[in-house]
């Protein structure tokens, strides 16, 4: 058998990932639903597609398996066959190994038909009724297990035999009986040529294209790569910009007729100067022609740049169902394999998603579903004691809220037991039992994410190795999202993931800091306003004001970008609300100048990660304004106001002597907190950093610090590389590094000593006498002598 044609084969994987779709879903519902004449019309074409399409590449072993398929298919939709469990398991299995081979790569698919071409048959046999064991599983590339850990092959379930028994055969060639009504219709027609295939519209997919209709009638795709897409949607902001700049010039055109009627007004009082009225009035007769005209090119140019970039980045966005067909069928895989009957729901699969961040959601989501169906989800008979039906529930959501794309993971299982959780952190030596019980919930539910965590004892095939929770927030955080995990023990757990829409085009608040333009992310401000200066109340040196949700601090804006305060308080203050539910500020800036969509452009990489800054973009004048980083706002306003809570230590003005400076890095608030009084206590000068990138950033500041203290575990940056950097700086590899992780692993003590840390304290060393003695070994007292 010859090797088929590899454009032939590209386009007739496309169209085989589009029928075993159709498949997929369908003979999931009818499991769950019970079939219908209806219902198994679409699954009967779909199947004769595949047959059809593997004809034309000379795909035989598929023809034969997807013909023994539509003969089942046939027969079920005749009523002269039943579609059990255990003949969708098979033909579930049969699906999976067509996909197998479609798979197989370019150059290697006739070795590969040699092969294991024999396996058609074994599975012709079974779907056809014969009954036998499962053919051997075909050799395919192992998965990546960071994206798809320990999935299970489908359950290799005896079909029963003689399901066609009073079927009459189904040849070929043999035209397929009635699809509907009671008038014998014809055959169903071979599949033309295989092309490209239509998508489906989203929470459509298991229905087929209705007959008679051509490909011609109906919407067809073409081939575009990303990255024409993306130069494409580029080209079409730029064009939006420069229409937005006709706007500015039509204005100008409205100040130019302002100075033309001033002159009119002075030419009135000098009747004498005719010649000069006269070419005025012609003047200003132009300026009323080109005015009109300019705001009808305006308008119309305007209108089409923004269609052409909406259908740009249209371009870029896929319906969420593409991103989740697989899910279903895992979670029933899953769901049987363990016992545990599951009714699983995906809500929101029109809802429209950047194709980079649906690429990137995949693994994320697969390990979320097979926590939540091992871990989350009880047993039957679990759920029974406790009063619940047996049949567990699992939700995936995804929609559009405040300009962010929300997907939210939910089950009414167990919930995560809080106290059983702190035990296995202490058990694990992660954190000294004296402080595990002063952290909250929600830094509690941090140590899930955490490389090789698991709550699990025994390492089974589907979890327990600690991989998947730490994918998740990674992938979250590369988007510029977030995370967060809510529980409720006996009630379920709920994962929510916010993530940008579109990392091309973002809508913000414009805002004036200092004299200069900034933008933040509509979709970080909780809400914008301006208040009298004189209802600003102050606490122990801290500024704040009162609402419906309690006193919220106020940070000027000025100090986090390191810009000059103003000199005069003014009578109202314009405040930007950022920050999360449990911590919120109110932003400071001198203006509000209403929302804008921003074309967003990255920064020089060279750069760096710049504090308090994400990215670039160009105002309608062509004048680059700058894109606030709200989360890195608000850690440095966390930064900022633990420095007002905690004046430094000053020396008196005749005291010549200088007090040395700490640098404390921890992404816990109270670890931070225990470190910093512990230190301050003793004399020094303390400032914190929220992870590692903040720490960095301060270490870049002018004023030098004698010593740094770093955890290990955090975002963006952790204490290893945090320490690496140091060392690696000629201005900075002199200064000493403490690390104090209360995550205590042998493995972060040698490499933190390698990268070059000078002292590595672990447990509760940090709060007694031995991270005071390693600090006074390597600097010193709290002060100069």
């Known amino acids: 058998m010859s090797a088929p044609d590899p454009?032939?084969?590209?386009?007739?994987?496309?169209?085989?990932?589009?029928?075993?779709?159709?498949?997929?879903?369908?003979?999931?519902?009818?499991?769950?639903?019970?079939?219908?004449?209806?219902?198994?019309?679409?699954?009967?074409?779909?199947?004769?597609?595949?047959?059809?399409?593997?004809?034309?590449?000379?795909?035989?072993?598929?023809?034969?398996?997807?013909?023994?398929?539509?003969?089942?298919?046939?027969?079920?939709?005749?009523?002269?066959?039943?579609?059990?469990?255990?003949?969708?398991?098979?033909?579930?299995?049969?699906?999976?190994?067509?996909?197998?081979?479609?798979?197989?790569?370019?150059?290697?698919m006739g070795?590969?038909?040699?092969?294991?071409?024999?396996?058609?048959?074994?599975?012709?046999?079974?779907?056809?009724?014969?009954?036998?064991?499962?053919?051997?599983?075909?050799?395919?590339?192992?998965?990546?297990?960071?994206?798809?850990?320990?999935?299970?092959?489908?359950?290799?379930?005896?079909?029963?035999?003689?399901?066609?028994?009073?079927?009459?055969?189904?040849?070929?060639?043999?035209?397929?009986?009635?699809?509907?009504?009671?008038?014998?219709?014809?055959?169903?027609?071979?599949?033309?040529?295989p092309a490209i295939m239509p998508e489906a519209p989203a929470g459509k997919a298991a229905e087929a294209r209705p007959a008679g209709e051509t490909a011609e009638s109906a919407e067809a795709p073409i081939r575009i790569t990303a990255e024409t897409l993306t130069q494409m949607l580029a080209h079409a902001a730029d064009m939006l910009l420069e229409t937005r700049r006709i706007e500015t010039l039509s204005r100008d055109y409205q100040s130019l007729k302002r100075m033309q009627r001033r002159l009119m007004a002075i030419v009135q009082v000098r009747a004498d100067r005719h010649e000069l009225k006269t070419g005025l009035t012609a003047l200003g007769a132009a300026i009323d022609r080109h005015d009109q005209h300019m705001a009808e090119v305006a308008t119309r140019a305007t209108f089409l740049a923004e269609r052409l970039h909406n259908l740009a980045l249209r371009g870029r966005m896929r319906p969420f169902s593409d991103g989740v067909q697989g899910f279903p069928r895992m979670i029933r895989d899953l769901a049987r394999q363990l016992g545990k009957p599951v009714e699983f729901d995906i809500l929101g699969q029109g809802t429209l998603v950047d194709r980079d961040i649906l690429s990137r959601l995949?693994?994320?989501?697969?390990?979320?579903?097979?926590?939540?169906?091992?871990?989350?989800?009880?047993?039957?008979?679990?759920?029974?004691?406790?009063?619940?039906?047996?049949?567990?529930?699992?939700?995936?959501?995804?929609?559009?809220?405040?300009?962010?794309?929300?997907?939210?993971?939910?089950?009414?299982?167990?919930?995560?037991?809080?106290?059983?959780?702190?035990?296995?952190?202490?058990?694990?030596?992660?954190?000294?039992?004296?402080?595990?019980?002063?952290l909250s919930s929600s830094e509690l539910f941090d140590f899930l994410f955490l490389p090789g965590f698991s709550t699990r004892d025994e390492v089974t095939e589907i979890s327990g190795r600690g991989v998947g929770l730490d994918v998740v927030q990674t992938m979250v955080h590369a988007c510029g999202g977030s995370l967060q995990v809510s529980s409720e023990p006996g009630c379920g757990t709920r994962f929510e993931l916010h993530l940008p829409v579109t990392r091309s085009v973002i809508r913000t608040l414009r805002v004036d800091v200092g004299g200069q333009a900034f933008a933040i992310p509509l979709a970080r401000i909780d809400r914008a306003e301006r208040r009298q200066s004189r209802l600003i109340e102050t606490l122990n040196g801290n500024d704040y004001f009162v609402t419906d949700r309690g006193n919220i601090a106020l940070i000027s804006a000025r100090r986090l970008l390191g810009l000059e305060e103003a000199p005069l308080l003014p009578e109202y203050q314009s405040l930007v609300l950022i920050g999360f539910e449990d911590r919120q500020y109110a932003l400071e800036v001198d203006a509000l100048r209403g929302e804008c969509d921003m074309v967003v452009r990255p920064l020089d990489p060279r750069l760096g990660k710049v504090p308090n800054l994400s990215a670039v973009a160009l105002d309608e004048q062509g004048q680059p304004v700058l894109i606030l980083d709200a989360d890195d706002l608000v850690r440095s306003a966390d930064r900022l106001a633990g420095q007002l809570r905690a004046p430094r230590r000053r020396p008196a003005a005749a005291v010549k002597r200088r007090t040395r400076r700490i640098l404390v890095v921890d992404d816990s608030i109270?670890?931070?907190?225990?470190?910093?009084?512990?230190?301050?206590?003793?004399?020094?000068?303390?400032?914190?950093?929220?992870?590692?990138?903040?720490?960095?950033?301060?270490?870049?500041?002018?004023?030098?610090?004698?010593?740094?203290?770093?955890?290990?575990?955090?975002?963006?940056?952790?204490?290893?590389?945090?320490?690496t950097r140091i060392k690696s700086d000629p201005r900075l590899k002199v200064l000493p590094v403490v690390i104090v992780s209360y995550k205590d692993r042998e493995e972060d003590r040698r490499r933190g000593m390698q990268a070059g840390a000078d002292y590595y304290l672990t447990k509760s060393s940090f709060h007694d006498a031995s991270l005071i003695q390693a600090v006074r070994d390597l600097i010193g007292g709290a002060h100069d002598v």
């Open 362 to 438: 995949e693994a994320p989501l697969n390990h979320l579903l097979r926590n939540a169906v091992d871990h989350g989800l009880e047993s039957p008979e679990a759920r029974l004691a406790a009063g619940k039906t047996q049949v567990g529930h699992l939700r995936l959501e995804a929609r559009h809220r405040s300009g962010r794309l929300l997907v939210s993971l939910a089950d009414d299982g167990r919930g995560i037991d809080v106290d059983a959780l702190r035990t296995k952190v202490v058990a694990k030596g992660l954190i000294a039992a004296d402080m595990v019980v002063r």
């Open 670 to 723: 109270t670890v931070r907190e225990v470190e910093r009084k512990l230190l301050e206590n003793a004399g020094y000068d303390v400032d914190v950093a929220v992870d590692g990138v903040d720490g960095w950033n301060q270490l870049g500041q002018q004023q030098p610090y004698d010593l740094v203290v770093s955890d290990v575990d955090m975002p963006r940056m952790n204490g290893i590389e945090l320490v």
């Open 111 to 193: 070795g590969w038909l040699r092969e294991h071409g024999e396996e058609a048959a074994d599975w012709v046999a079974r779907v056809g009724a014969d009954g036998g064991p499962a053919p051997a599983a075909v050799a395919m590339p192992a998965p990546d297990p960071a994206a798809d850990a320990g999935i299970p092959s489908p359950a290799a379930v005896p079909i029963p035999p003689n399901i066609l028994a009073e079927a009459s055969p189904v040849s070929a060639d043999t035209p397929d009986p009635p699809v509907s009504g009671e008038t014998p219709s014809p055959a169903v027609p071979p599949s033309p040529p």
């Open 7 to 108: 454009f032939l084969l590209e386009l007739f994987r496309e169209e085989m990932a589009a029928h075993s779709a159709v498949l997929t879903e369908g003979l999931l519902s009818l499991e769950r639903q019970g079939g219908s004449r209806e219902r198994i019309e679409p699954l009967m074409r779909a199947a004769h597609s595949i047959k059809g399409a593997a004809r034309v590449v000379d795909l035989e072993p598929i023809v034969r398996v997807a013909h023994a398929m539509e003969d089942v298919l046939v027969a079920a939709g005749a009523g002269k066959a039943t579609l059990d469990a255990g003949v969708i398991d098979v033909l579930l299995g049969a699906l999976d190994w067509m996909n197998g081979l479609g798979a197989v790569a370019d150059g290697e």
